[in-house]
């Protein structure tokens, strides 16, 4: 496997983690009230919220490896890619609306991701 698909690879690792992580933490805050005990016991006693840490710090793996392997003028704009992933998984997972001009933008940074990380 060369250097461009190793890349590809961790970056779509990074991806999938960065999404992982905002949506657990989304579902970990559901319940969170700022007179309960206080917000850090909540965010150290809730394993929602624990879960998207280890997905945050596991994907600055992926994301390092990643910065190794490609140059950061391509890594950098398609990791915009995570707005399109989050918005998709929050309308599928979370049950957000996603309006007819963000269902446009979406496209349009997927567009770009992709001339972006398009092999010259």
Do not use: D
Not at 18 to 25: A, D, H, K, P, R
Request: charged share 10%; with cysteine; aromatic share 10%.
């Amino acid at each position: 496997m060369n250097v461009y698909w190793m890349g590809l690879l961790s970056f779509s690792g990074a991806v999938v983690l960065e999404t992982l992580g905002q949506v657990t933490m989304k579902i970990g805050t559901r319940n969170m009230s700022p007179g309960a005990g206080g917000i850090l016991r909540q965010i150290l006693t809730n394993l929602w919220v624990q879960a998207a840490i280890v997905s945050f710090i596991t994907e600055s793996i992926f994301w390092t490896w990643t910065l190794h392997l490609m140059p950061l003028i391509i890594a950098f704009p398609m990791g915009a890619i995570c707005f399109a992933t989050v918005a998709l998984c929050s309308a599928h997972i979370l049950k957000e609306r996603i309006t007819p001009q963000r269902w446009m933008g979406i496209l349009l940074i997927l567009i770009g991701v992709v001339m972006i990380g398009m092999k010259t």
